[in-house]
């Protein structure tokens, strides 16, 4: 009842701000429209379908996750836009805090859903009422946790030789150690013609940011260990040059690689 009243009150403000006279019928006729009555959720699926055929397989990954979670606070109902409203976003936080989550991880959600929101916004399918202005959408700093030098001397030490996949996962936890914390998603794209000259150039996949580290001597180590004529990328972590293929491989391969390394620290 509440977003079908805000819809009427939305389309009565429409026709009073275009200046012509108008009719019960006219407004009946623009509620009757289909555009008026787009549900969140299958907006939302269209995003993921536009944003998979652009290939932005980490954000249809977020968007996906957020749907879900939404659908499931919905509880089995198909809301349109004109009922997102602050109320409901709300009762939308209080779920996720009901759920144990912590700040920054409601954040992510909502940061998600407001996005969707403006999306819809800009294409004129409800009208701006900020309905996310009292809900927290920021990011909240964590504590700065580091482990001493002696820690990583210990495990670049330890003898793995016989443990093929385990020792991988400290050589490339080294290799990000030497290259100023290079993120386990460019280390996992990095390819032999990133390399020249002693010298790695990359772009930051998260941020498209251009870097250049020098190769020392550790670093080239661990290049080398790993240095095959068969494949493009530098460390054997990805297969295929197929972006979405390349995308699952990488998936697949972080989540292997965390739990490897909660070995490696016991």
Known sequence: IDSDTALLKRIVKDLENSGATYSVGDIIKRYKSPECHVSVLDFMKNQIRLM????????????????????????????????????????????????????NSISFYMRIMRAVYNKAVRQKLVNQTYPFADVYTGIDKTRKRAVSESVISQLYKLNLTDKSSLALARDIFIFSYCTRGMAFVDIAYLKKGNIQNDVICYTRRKTGQLLSIRIESSIRLIIDRYSSNLSPYVFPILTSLDIKQSYEEYVTAINNYNRLLKILSK
């Open 52 to 103: 998979r055929n652009a290939n932005r397989l980490g954000t249809v990954q977020n968007y996906e996750k957020t749907m879900k979670n939404f659908a499931e606070f919905l509880g089995g109902v198909n809301l349109p836009f004109s009922a997102i409203t602050v109320h409901l976003i709300s009762d939308y936080n209080a779920f996720l805090v009901q759920r144990g989550m912590v700040r």
